[in-house]
Each structure stands twice: as structure tokens, then as C-alpha cells.
């Protein structure tokens, strides 16, 4: 597997991966209209007009496997504004990590149509580095061990790297313990949690709490959680979730990736989205959720 962390790259560097702005064959698909009305949206940060700010609009977009050149997404559209909550769900295979590593770069895969504006930019052109920089963060479904790196130098490092972004001075090793240690108490984690190598010898808890830590630290307009709830028993749930919960501000948004209703339940979506064979084919509120626990994926099927 290919290594890599966009929050990391610039000691990792992907670079050498292929230019991921190719367009070839788009294909036009067809895209279902929303089925179910929403009615909570939750705390959506708004002008003065009231109109919602964008932050993620993606349009018909369509993606292959570098390698292989086999098509995965075949036209997401999907539209994030600012403090919303969206949770994409979805067979296995369906292609939600895919959409999600795309979304932040992965040398893995290849752009073969459509497109992704983030903040008024077009994401397609950024390199991943830049992606990271510009406050897209991402929380793998399995995360990377990183051998001889702590993860407080790891996390030191990652955060300045994002500080020199915005014009900010760096933090040496004293003061960004002073800046790290209280943010443990969000996951629960004691300090001797920062001393061990990044990933090395984690339990599933401790690998998905300390990814929230990186996202406490890194801070995100986009935090993209793949599957955080897998392998997590309740008590480590309900932190994980307070943790997102308390990172959430009207400003940023998160795109959540999950399997069950349990998570949904710690963590409210605005909208939900369906995704089957590369494509979102519903979008709802917590009811969506609530039918596909009770009657699977076939109750809401796209087709
Ligand atoms: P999901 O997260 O919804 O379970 P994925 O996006 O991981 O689905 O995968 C969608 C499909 O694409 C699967 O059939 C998977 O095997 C395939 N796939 C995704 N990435 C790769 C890759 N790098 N190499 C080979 N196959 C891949
Ligand atoms: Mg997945």
C-alpha cells in the first residue's frame, strides 16, 4: 500500500504521483434528485442574507484507479456548506473511501471527469500538501504506522507546517506541549501518548482517538472522518464523538463516513447521502438512516 497522509506529505512527499487533473471520455450520468426532504439542518453558518456559505461543491464527478484504470466514481455530486454535518453511507465497495481519498489528493486514483471547487479554488489543482494546508483534513479508515517519528513531533511538525501557512510562527518543542496537552483530555488519551511513535502498537481505539487529536491540533474547515467508529467500543465512541462534537464550530464541516446509526446518534448529520456503485443516490435526513437500519441497503436502493 502506498504510504500516505497529506497533514504529513511535505516529509513524505507525494510528488511523484500522476497530475490528477486529467479529463478523459466524461461520462454525463445520470444523478437522482434528493428523495427525502431534510429538516433539521443544524447550525448551517449563513451571511446576512441569510444564504448558506459553500465550502465543498462537487460536481458530476468521475474517477478511475491509476493502475488499472478501472472506473470507481462514476458522477458524485455532493454540496457542503459551512457547519454542516454530512455522513455518506453505503454497501461495502461502493465507493465512499475512494470519494473521500480523492478529495485530498490520493496518488491512487485518476480524475476523469468532473469537478471540485473547495473554498472558491479548484481542488483538482491543488497538490495534496496544499490541500492539507488549506484545511482539508482527512482521518483514514486505516491509518499509517510511522516507525521512529513521536507523535508529538509528529503533530509539532504537522502543525507548524499549517502555522507557516497562515503567516503564524512556529511553536518549538515547550511551547507546543503547553499547546498539545490539554487537547488529550478531548480523546481521553493520557501524556504518555504523545512519547510513542505515531500508530505504532495503537489498539483501533487509541489509532482513531489519536486522529482526532491530529484534527484537534491541525484544526479543519473539512474534516473527512472514514469510518471512525469502526473497531470502537461505546465508551471510546461516545469520546471520539464528544471530541468531533466539540471541534464542530458554525465554521467548518465535516464529511463523515459510517456504516451505523449509533455514530449519527453522537454525532447529528445535517444530511445524510446514499452512495452505491460510485454514486450518491439519495440524500436525507436521520430517517434514511433510521430505514436502512431497519430494512438494509435494498429498502433505499438507488436502483
Ligand atoms: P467503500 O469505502 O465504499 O467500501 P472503496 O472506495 O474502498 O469502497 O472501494 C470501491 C471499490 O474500488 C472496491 O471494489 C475496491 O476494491 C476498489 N478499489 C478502491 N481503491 C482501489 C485501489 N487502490 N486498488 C484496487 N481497487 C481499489
Ligand atoms: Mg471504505
Not at 474547515?221 to 462534537?245: F, P, W, Y
Request: charged residues 25%.
Amino acid at each position: 500500500m502506498a504510504l500516505f497522509t497529506p497533514s504529513f506529505s511535505f516529509k513524505i512527499s507525494a510528488s511523484s504521483s500522476p497530475r490528477r487533473c486529467r479529463f478523459v471520455n466524461s461520462p454525463r450520468s445520470f444523478t437522482p434528485r434528493a428523495a427525502v426532504a431534510v429538516e433539521t439542518p443544524s447550525f448551517s453558518s449563513a451571511d446576512r442574507d441569510g444564504a448558506p456559505k459553500l465550502l465543498l461543491e462537487v460536481k458530476d464527478l468521475s474517477a478511475v484507479i491509476v493502475e488499472s484504470k478501472q472506473p470507481i466514481l462514476k458522477g458524485v455530486n455532493l454540496t457542503v456548506n459551512e457547519g454542516e454535518v454530512h455522513a455518506v453511507m453505503g454497501k461495502n465497495g461502493s465507493g465512499k473511501s475512494t470519494f473521500a481519498k480523492v478529495l485530498v489528493g490520493h496518488p491512487d486514483y485518476e480524475i476523469t471527469g468532473g469537478s471540485i471547487t473547495y473554498k472558491g479554488q479548484d481542488l483538482l489543482e491543488m497538490e495534496p500538501e496544499e490541500r492539507a494546508l488549506a484545511g482539508l483534513f482527512m482521518s483514514f479508515q486505516s491509518p499509517v504506522e510511522i516507525p521512529g517519528v513521536s507523535n508529538i513531533d509528529f503533530l509539532n511538525m504537522a502543525y507548524n507546517a499549517r502555522r507557516r501557512k497562515l503567516g503564524l510562527p512556529e511553536l518549538g518543542p515547550i511551547e507546543f506541549y503547553g499547546y498539545v496537552a490539554p487537547k488529550l483530555e478531548i480523546v481521553n488519551m493520557k501524556i504518555d501518548f504523545l512519547n510513542r511513535n505515531v500508530n505504532e502498537g495503537f489498539s483501533g481505539g487509541e489509532r482513531k482517538r489519536n486522529e482526532i487529536l491530529q484534527l484537534a491540533v491541525l484544526g479543519a474547515e473539512l474534516a473527512i472522518l472514514d469510518e471512525i467508529d469502526s473497531g470502537l467500543d461505546v465508551d471510546a465512541l461516545r469520546d471520539v464523538a464528544k471530541a468531533v462534537n466539540g471541534l464542530l464550530t458554525p465554521n467548518n464541516s465535516v464529511l463523515m463516513i459510517t456504516h451505523y446509526l449509533r455514530l449519527l446518534e453522537f454525532i447529528k448529520p445535517t444530511y445524510i447521502h446514499i452512495m452505491e456503485n460510485g454514486r450518491i443516490v439519495k440524500t436525507g435526513d436521520i430517517s434514511i438512516a433510521e430505514i436502512l437500519e431497519r430494512e438494509g441497503y435494498k429498502a433505499i436502493s438507488g436502483t
